[in-house]
Each structure stands twice: as structure tokens, then as C-alpha cells.
């Protein structure tokens, strides 16, 4: 806006919201109107601009324009459909020029922008619930093949250990081996939350044995510990068991991407991504082990792309 000729009031100001008001009540605005709504924005912004250089608060109007703005954001795609049909939002800004403060020019980016970030934080929810699943499935074995009162026993023994109360969670396990008392997965998680407690190690021993015999390779047992221990957040055990597991059975694809979620958590990324790389190449005949390696892979990569 040419400030010369007079000079530029809070009037006239708000004068210009107004009309950015008015205009925003036309159903078809952003069908027919967008490049003249934003050229109105554009002024609005010069005339902030004016208006605070010399001192004036502009901190009422500012909260008059936010519900606008949050509308411009919210119907960005929308702008920039009705744009197209006066050439691209890209052209455009190439033609007008415009200041990275007026970021209404740049709602093209700002979509790629937030598009990207949203798929990134997908892709660190899923893999996390995949990880915690993974070791849901090794703790509890196939699914399907325990009744619902031994898989009932065994997480909550799992929730009352995270939530410290442990004798409980032992009495739980004790239920679930009155259901199934030959399958280790009762046995392996004694052996976890008897690390707990103080002066209890000879039980632990003794949990951690039964368990490992019930298992068809020590490896499972080792690859399931380091699960169970990453999940509580002992990290240095899970590395242990981990590695464990990997000298026993090094082409382990499901070992390889339990250590790497291990490294992951400890913040040694690049430690992570050669794991998670180790487990996407061995785990071709393990689809579900190579779905989430996948997943696991792209998100510590910082990738945009699926399994």
C-alpha cells in the first residue's frame, strides 16, 4: 500500500479486515475470488507492518485476524484449487514476489510441510505399537493358541509390573500357570520382575532357567528377554540379552530388529538403521518381522514412504 499520499491509520486498518471478513461470508470465495482475498491479506499485513514501526499497538486487531488466518490455513488445499485457475499458487508467487511473511503465498509448501511431518509422526506411533505387538506375539506365541484366561494373566502381570506393584504381578503369573503351566512366557516375565526385587536373585535364576528350557532355542529366549526388558525400559539388559541372542543365532531377523529398536532408545541412530537394515534383508521369509523392520527403517531414516 502507498503510504505517501496519507497517512495510514488504525482505521483504515481495520477497515481492511472488515472487507477480509465480508469477503470470507461468500461461499464461493475461494472458488472465484482466492488471488484477490490474499492480495486483501497482503495489505493487511503491510498496514501491521506500518502501523507497529510507528509505535502503535495493533495487538486487538492482531486477535481480530487469527480466526481468518486459522480459516486460510484450514481451506489451503481449496485456495490453492482455486488459484490453479488463474495459473499455479507457484506461478503466482513467482510473479508477485512475495515476503516469507506472508505465508499465504506459500500454502503450498506449508501442505508438503505438514503432510511429511504427519506421516513421520505416523510412522513413530506404528512403529512403536508394532515393537510393543512384536513382543506381545513373542511373549504370548502364536496367537491363537493360548485361551484368553492364560493371555489375560499374563498382561496383567505385565501392567501391574509396569505400575510397580509386584508382588501382584507375580500372584498373576501364578493364575496364568494354573491355566498352562509348561509354557514359558509365565516364567520368563518372573524372572523379569524378580529383578525387582531385592534379594530375590537365586528366584530369578530359577524362573530365567525353567523358562529357557521350555523354549525350542535358547535364542528365543534371549530375542523374547530383550523384548520384554526393552519394553520396561532396562536397556542395558535388553542389550545384554540381545547380543546374546545374536551370538547364538546371528541371521536372527527378529533379534537384529529388537536390538536396533534397543539402540534407537539408548539414541545411537546409526546403530539403529544398520540393525533395522539387517533386519529387513533377513527377514524374507518372516513377512511380519520385515513389515515392521520397514516401517521401523523409514522412520529412523527420516523417510516419507510405507512398509
Do not use: C
Not at 82 to 111: C, E, M, N, T, V
Not at 124 to 140: A, F, K, N, P
Not at 188 to 194: A, C, D, F, N
Amino acid at each position: 500500500m502507498d503510504a505517501t499520499e496519507r497517512r495510514i491509520t488504525p482505521d483504515d486498518l481495520r477497515a481492511l479486515i472488515s472487507r477480509a471478513e465480508s469477503m470470507m461470508a461468500d461461499i464461493h470465495l475461494w472458488e472465484l475470488q482466492p488471488r484477490e482475498f490474499l492480495q486483501i491479506r497482503d495489505q493487511i499485513e503491510d498496514t501491521f507492518d506500518n502501523l507497529a514501526d510507528r509505535g502503535i499497538d495493533v495487538r486487538p486487531e492482531r486477535n481480530r485476524m487469527r480466526p481468518i488466518d486459522i480459516a486460510i490455513k484450514g481451506r489451503g488445499r481449496d485456495i490453492i484449487r482455486g488459484l490453479a485457475r488463474q495459473g499455479s499458487i507457484a506461478g503466482l508467487r513467482g510473479q508477485l514476489k512475495p515476503s516469507q511473511s506472508h505465508w499465504w503465498w506459500y500454502l503450498d509448501l506449508i501442505l508438503q510441510q505438514e503432510g511429511r511431518r504427519r506421516l513421520l509422526r505416523t510412522l513413530r506411533i506404528m512403529s512403536v505399537v508394532l515393537l510393543i505387538m512384536l513382543s506381545g506375539i513373542l511373549i504370548l506365541g502364536r496367537i491363537g493358541r493360548k485361551s484368553a484366561a492364560y493371555n489375560a494373566h499374563i498382561r496383567g502381570a505385565q501392567d501391574l509390573h509396569r505400575e510397580g506393584k509386584l508382588e501382584e504381578a507375580l500372584a498373576e503369573l501364578e493364575k496364568a500357570r494354573q491355566v498352562d503351566p509348561d509354557d514359558p512366557a509365565s516364567y520368563l516375565l518372573e524372572g523379569v520382575i524378580l529383578g525387582d526385587i531385592e534379594g530375590r536373585e537365586a528366584e530369578q535364576k530359577q524362573a530365567f532357567e525353567k523358562a529357557k528350557g521350555q523354549y525350542k532355542e535358547a535364542s528365543e529366549f534371549y530375542v523374547t528377554l530383550a523384548a520384554v526388558y526393552w519394553q520396561v525400559q532396562k536397556l542395558d539388559l535388553a542389550l545384554e540379552s540381545a547380543k546374546e541372542a545374536l551370538e547364538m543365532s546371528p541371521k536372527s531377523a527378529t533379534a537384529h530388529f529388537v536390538l536396533g529398536n534397543i539402540y534407537a532408545s539408548q539414541g545411537d541412530k546409526e546403530k539403529a538403521i544398520e540393525e533395522m537394515q539387517l533386519a529387513v534383508q533377513l527377514s524374507e521369509d518372516n513377512p511380519q518381522i520385515q513389515v515392521v523392520a520397514k516401517i521401523r527403517l523409514a522412520e529412523l531414516q527420516g523417510l516419507p514412504v510405507g512398509p
